[in-house]
């Protein structure tokens, strides 16, 4: 996949069909779009392009109402390789950028990008004062030789799938619901930096994670996760909080991976929210604080045997 981050100086080998959005979280309503994009544009011997922006546009027109973000670039970047997008330009959002017009972009997007084809949503619109929606692009096109064609949203129960939905969903420690509608867990990935130590010393070890502070956080509280070291899969339990047991008053994301005893200091690490298994709560005595911990991990090694038992099932199934 080639990556762009500047359209000034951009050169492809062959037409592009290109679309254009924040695509925060990947979901699995631009999941569809991004595969019918990939699949015709191979059809017709041109070549697949997503356009998007880092920071997300509202955090820098609209800082207050900014989002938590579901997606880093990275994670963006690897999501779309995997679905065969040709060219990912990423380009950084600015206030300057915001005083673009629709046709000065969409010109360099024409020139630069050899766009022949641009797949929006209906509601889309780009540029200054959004003067770019769907009307005015279709003129341009007609103008300098390119198609506009427009795609319909993806719904969930007559509910249009959306990041904003999402990030809802999290804010409310809905991860379950959540991994519906981007199609995989919800994930958060940092690097391990040390901590208090108190739970070696009361029998589960922890990885204390340290996140960008623009990712969405789930609520305080206990998860069932996965952890991703290297390309090995662990099921673990995640407690995201203030510790209030200690009155550290420090917010964590502390990872118990069960089973695992290697260091993991300075190391990076992706933890996969699979379900909320309790709020975060305070408790005054020490060892009903680890009958708790010992339950949490009870109660989660039962809901990833059962995930891997259905899986286990799904696949005897697809094969004859």
């Not at 100086?9 to 979901?27: K, N, Q, W, Y």
């Not at 997008?85 to 600015?94: G, P």
């Not at 003129?139 to 990041?163: D, K, L, T």
Request: charged residues 25%.
């Amino acid at each position: 996949m080639q990556v762009i981050d500047d359209l000034s100086t951009a050169t492809v080998e062959r037409p592009t069909v290109v679309t254009i959005g924040s695509f925060d979280g990947l979901h699995i309503g631009h999941q569809q779009l991004v595969r019918e994009l990939v699949s015709y544009a191979r059809s017709v011997g041109k070549l697949s392009a997503v356009v998007t922006f880092h920071p997300h546009p509202r955090a820098v027109l609209r800082p207050w109402l900014g989002p938590k973000v579901l997606t880093t670039p990275g994670e963006k970047a690897v999501l779309l390789a995997q679905m065969g997008v040709d060219v990912f330009v990423l380009l950084r959002f600015s206030k300057e950028m915001a005083q673009t017009s629709a046709p000065d972009f969409v010109a360099m997007l024409h020139s630069r990008l050899r766009m022949e084809e641009l797949w929006v949503g209906e509601d889309f619109a780009l540029g200054r004062g959004r003067e770019g929606n769907v009307t005015a692009l279709r003129e341009m096109g007609e103008r300098w030789g390119f198609r506009v064609h427009v795609i319909r949203p993806i719904a969930v129960n007559g509910q249009v799938i959306s990041s904003t939905w999402i990030r809802e969903l999290l804010a409310q420690g809905q991860v379950d619901q959540a991994r519906q509608l981007l199609g995989r867990p919800y994930s958060l990935a940092g690097e391990v930096v040390a901590g208090a130590r108190r739970g070696r010393c009361l029998g589960f070890p922890t990885a204390n994670l340290s996140v960008r502070p623009e990712r969405a956080v789930p609520p305080n509280g206990v998860y069932a996760v996965y952890a991703l070291i290297g390309d090995e899969r662990w099921p673990a339990v995640a407690n995201i909080g203030e510790r209030p047991s200690f009155n550290s008053g420090q917010w964590t994301i502390e990872v118990h991976i069960i089973g695992y005893e290697g260091d993991l200091y300075g190391r990076d690490l992706v933890i996969e929210f699979i379900k909320r298994l309790r709020p975060e709560r305070r408790f005054t005595d020490i060892c009903e604080l680890v009958a708790q911990i010992a339950r949490d991990v009870e109660e989660a090694r039962r809901l990833f045997a059962a995930e891997a038992t259905e899986a286990r099932e799904e696949h005897e199934e697809r094969i004859p």
